[in-house]
């Protein structure tokens, strides 16, 4: 099952850069699109999430873009911070009242080089 | 701020053994999640759980799991008899009722079947 996919499983850039995480999905019905950061031995944390009537949305550092047609979202964080390093999750699900259940992506290994 | 906290950290267990999980979801959330991560693998849906009932679950999720809200604060998973392949990383979430929010995780219970 490939609904979410995100095919870099790794990602290193150099502190103050741009940090682009990509992610692929497969099912039209997804209509709401999450990012999650993970530390080792620590749950998710919610970064930043999208609806799919929007294609963009920002908090701080960081911005999802959503591109409907190809099925694509990305995370930018700019600037890049030595904290940033983590596995990050793009997660997809419908939209709307009632329990939602999360498809997530394998997860992509961010490393931010001093 | 509010957190989704998991009891215990880490548990071992032979083989067979019926094992529970405790959950604390955040406090005015009312839609409950389960989800497992095992070694090296994507974070995969388990249940849903609202109003007292199992609102959806996965093709893992069968009869030897059940899920609890036992009072106005825990959510357990049960297990009745485990197996090797249910060593894994069990998360907790919870969210509101409101549409388009996010699920937030809790740290995890590292399940270990002997």
């Known amino acids: 099952d490939q609904q979410v996919k995100q095919n870099s499983p790794s990602l290193s850039v150099q502190e103050g850069r741009i940090s682009i995480l990509n992610c692929d999905y497969t099912?039209?019905?997804?209509?709401?699109f999450l990012w999650y950061k993970k530390y080792p031995a620590e749950g998710p944390t919610f970064l930043i999430s999208?609806?799919?009537i929007k294609d963009k949305n920002e908090d701080g550092r960081f911005t999802v873009f959503l591109n409907k047609s190809a099925k694509h979202l990305s995370l930018h964080i700019v600037p890049s911070q030595p904290g940033d390093s983590a596995v990050y999750f793009c997660?997809?699900?419908?939209w709307g009242q009632g329990a939602q259940k999360l498809v997530f992506g394998q997860g992509t290994r961010l490393t931010i080089n001093p | 701020e509010p957190e989704v906290t998991q009891t215990p950290s880490h548990q071992v267990t032979q083989m067979g053994q019926e094992v529970i999980l405790r959950c604390v979801p955040i406090s005015n959330h009312l839609y409950f999640y389960w989800y497992r991560q095992i070694l090296g693998q994507k974070v995969e849906f388990l249940v849903s759980f609202y109003n007292n009932e199992i609102s959806e679950k996965s093709e893992i999720f069968d009869d030897q799991f059940s899920v609890e809200r036992p009072d106005g604060s825990n959510f357990t998973l049960k297990i009745r008899s485990t197996k090797l392949e249910d060593s894994a990383m069990y998360f907790c979430?919870?969210?509101?009722?409101?549409?388009?929010?996010?699920?937030?995780f809790g740290d995890g219970t590292r399940l270990s079947i002997l």
């Open positions: 997660a997809a699900s419908g």
């Open positions: 999208i609806s799919s």
């Open positions: 979430a919870s969210s509101d009722l409101r549409a388009g929010q996010p699920q937030h």
């Open positions: 099912n039209s019905m997804f209509d709401y």
